[in-house]
């Protein structure tokens, strides 16, 4: 069955870094695009990062220059490196997995059904 399990995240001041891994198994990993989301008020969960299936990555402007993507299609994994982290980057973080022809859409509900496959979600605690 269609998996994303994730490690990484924690705690951190204002400035640090973090890295959050996606490793995925049970569906074609390199055809797929993977997108990074935080959530916000309720279960909305707002898109930050992009992991294209091409090779490309796209960020949100609230993380442009400070988030990138690492994709390792052997080994079925994602990584998303944060820096400089603020105080408003706090949030659990998920990834998730959209099939073809489908991209991650910039909100969706958290574990929703609307795409494919979603990791257990991870805490990123940034202290001022």
């Known amino acids: 069955e269609v998996q994303l399990v994730q490690s990484g995240g924690g705690s951190v001041q204002a400035g640090g870094s973090l890295t959050l891994t996606c490793t995925a198994s049970?569906?074609?990993?390199?055809?797929?695009?993977i997108g990074w989301y935080l959530q916000g008020t309720g279960n909305e969960c707002k898109l930050v990062s992009i992991?294209?299936?091409?090779?490309?990555?796209h960020h949100a402007d609230s993380v442009k220059g400070r988030f990138t993507i690492s994709r390792d299609n052997a080994k079925n994994t994602v990584s998303l490196q944060m820096r400089n982290l603020k105080p408003e980057d706090t949030a659990v973080y998920y990834c998730?997995?959209?099939?073809?022809?489908?991209?991650?859409?910039?909100?969706?509900?958290?574990?929703?059904?609307?795409?494919?496959?979603w990791g257990q979600g991870t805490q990123v605690t940034v202290s001022a």
């Open positions: 992991a294209g299936h091409d090779g490309n990555e």
């Open positions: 998730a997995a959209a099939f073809p022809p489908g991209t991650p859409p910039p909100f969706v509900y958290c574990s929703g059904g609307y795409l494919q496959g």
């Open positions: 049970g569906f074609k990993f390199e055809a797929a695009d």
